[in-house]
């Protein structure tokens, strides 16, 4: 019995974040059927670039097809600045460490790896839970040759992107910042997107705006924006014939999604409007309980996209977890996120654990990870042996992301928070 209380499930799934129509969307999508735009060109898709470039506070922005093809783009951008290298082959980071973020979701180094570099992993900072600037130093005192950094915002709430970017301009490094689930978030009013010498944002189905799929590359050079033009439409030279002088991708975002990411920036503020009382709701609902809600950096302002917790250690039931299991041992007084999962599956409502730190997966696990102390290969040794600490996979085994569509309701919430409230009971 995983709801103690016996609460009734909901009728319809209550989603961790699904999308929300208004009709506008509609409207231009239609627009683009009736003026036979239905391909990759068109009005729609030049609203969203100029939209997308005024909200992220960037120059310019290229619509693409989703959020890792613009990632891809950037990582292109910067190797070709940085090595030089012709954009004729992949390959263009073969062999060259790249910084990463570790506790993020795999799209923002996936690109990294097509194109032959090596992920290393950067210390989550645990008050923040994005990348820690002290181990970001660390890094570039251990490998002074990386010349590429790539940061993500976690769940909407920012870390300290502007300390990264000033850490990479003394290092000489360039920046790529993945604001996939941060549109709309901001440091010290400079939105999130801007920090970054190349930025890419997300309209994927469970963002906080979205065109089913879709994303923008963010830059403030009109060169960068042109070229992604061009190298997201199959790298077509200026002829009357298919002239091609480097690799293309078919990356371009359709201007059929475009109507659909159009009608939602209309709706951007409100979304977020609803995220942060969704989160404030949570955060007050919880107070007594031996558990934190993600952390907001001062001076940051979060878009609240998902909102998750994180319980108290001295709370934790018992836990484990193997790559593709869990159980627990139910407690009184404790719970654990495998406990509060399946009290919210019970009612029909998705929960999700917080993302599995990149260097915990099977494929990075022998990656460099890099802490404030120094390197540290395969962390989760450590971590069982009880030497440095490992931030990231203690936020994993303790977080769980939380209900936050906002179509949820205050009284669905309630229930919500009931049910996890009696985890703990
Ligand atoms: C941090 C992060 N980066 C990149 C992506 C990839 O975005 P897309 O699905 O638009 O390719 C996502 C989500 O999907 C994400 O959460």
Known sequence: MFNKKGIAPF?????????????????????AYNTNWMSTVGENINEVEKTAAQKSGVKYAAGLSCCTAALHLCCKF?????????????????????????????????????????????????????????????????YPDVKLVISAELYGFPGRMDQ???????????????????????????????????????YNGNKIITGSSGGCLLTDEIEVCNKAKKWSTQAREDAPWYQHEEVGYNYRMSNVIAGVIRGQYNYLQEHIDKKKAIYERYKAAFSDL?????????????????SALIIDKDYMCEQLRSDNKALYIAQNGKSCPTEILKALSSINAEGRPIWKPMHMQPMYRMH???????????????????????????????GVCLPSDIKMTAAQQDKIIEVIRSCFE
């Open 164 to 202: 990264i970017k000033r850490i990479c301009e003394k290092h000489g490094a360039l920046l790529i910042e993945d604001a996939a689930e941060a549109l709309g978030a901001a440091i010290d009013g400079k939105p999130c997107g801007s920090f970054g010498d190349y930025g890419a944002i997300s």
């Open 78 to 142: 910067a190797s070709e600045k940085l090595y030089g290298k012709p954009a004729i082959s992949h390959g263009a980071l073969e062999g060259k460490r790249v910084f990463c973020s570790d506790m993020t979701f795999d799209a923002t180094l996936n690109p990294v790896v097509y194109e032959g570099g090596i992920p290393v992993f950067i210390e989550t900072e645990e008050d923040s839970w994005n990348m820690d600037p002290k181990s970001l130093e660390k890094a570039f005192e251990i």
């Open 368 to 398: 460099d990870v890099i802490g404030r102390e120094g390197t540290l290969r395969c962390r989760t040794n450590a971590y069982i042996e009880g030497g440095v600490r490992d931030i990231g996979a203690e936020i994993f085994e303790r």
């Open 11 to 31: 009728e319809s799934k209550m989603w961790l974040a699904s999308p929300t129509m208004h009709g506008e969307e509609l409207e231009y999508m239609t627009e």
């Open 290 to 306: 031996p558990v934190k809600m993600n952390p907001i950096t001062p001076g940051t302002t979060p878009n609240y996209w998902l």
